[in-house]
T-cell receptor
């Protein structure tokens, strides 16, 4: 158990819909990262928040947005869903914003868009 | 643009033998490299890391080697055990990237009895 909690674990929805994925970081961790893993691919960095502020952005689509709340949990919002958005979405956390050690990953949220 | 590449999607090795996983990168700004291990239905877990100021880091059965001139790193697992069967991801980051990791596509390792 990494201490990072992601909900929901599985989500099935239709094209055009909007979903919200939620992440609670490890206790004490200020940084939250979102990654997307599509079929047979590595994890693609989407976005990072540090203590409530956006810190780094990857190849995140404009249809996707995220935020980190004062209690440090984070939400990833995916809208106007397309078939290609079907993937595993991982949240990870770390103590600091810059990499001094490893990231702790949640179990992921599997999104299926039909 | 895949900046971290793991060209072997799978590796089968006998229990007790050495597993060697390879990873290549293209971005010369990368200065920190990590290996993660992932079991099905779980998130990746950190295995071992190496800074660019070193060329080797060892932790028990796991050793990571870094060849900066070749932009290549490898993970050695000796001896391999059945519990090592998992997907292994190579990842890299740069100092000014605020912890943003670039991952390879992963190598599925199967350790056979």
């Amino acid at each position: 158990d990494s201490g990072v909690t992601q909900t929901p674990k599985h989500l099935i929805t239709a094209t055009g819909q909007r979903v919200t994925l939620r992440c609670s970081p490890r206790s004490g961790d200020l940084s939250v990262y979102w990654y997307q893993q599509s079929l047979d691919q590595g994890l693609q960095f989407l976005i990072q928040y540090y203590n409530g502020e956006e810190r780094a952005k990857g190849n995140i689509l404009e249809r996707f947005s995220a935020q980190q709340f004062p209690d440090l949990h984070s939400e990833l919002n995916l809208s106007s869903l397309e078939l290609g958005d079907s993937a595993l979405y991982f949240c990870a956390s770390s103590v600091q914003g810059a990499l001094t050690g490893e990231l702790f990953f949640g179990e992921g949220s599997r999104l299926t868009v039909l | 643009d895949q900046q971290v590449k793991q060209n072997s999607p799978s590796l089968s090795v006998q229990e007790g033998r050495i597993s060697i996983l390879n990873c290549d990168y293209t971005n010369s700004m990368f200065d920190y490299f990590l290996w993660y291990k992932k079991y099905p239905a779980e998130g990746p877990t950190f295995l071992i890391s190496i800074s660019s100021i070193k060329d080797k880091n060892e932790d028990g059965r796991f050793t990571v080697f870094l060849n900066k001139s070749a932009k290549h790193l490898s993970l050695h697992i000796v001896p391999s055990q059945p519990g090592d069967s998992a997907v292994y991801f190579c990842a890299a980051s740069a100092t000014d990237s605020w912890g943003k990791l670039q991952f390879g596509a992963g190598t599925q390792v199967v350790v056979t009895p």
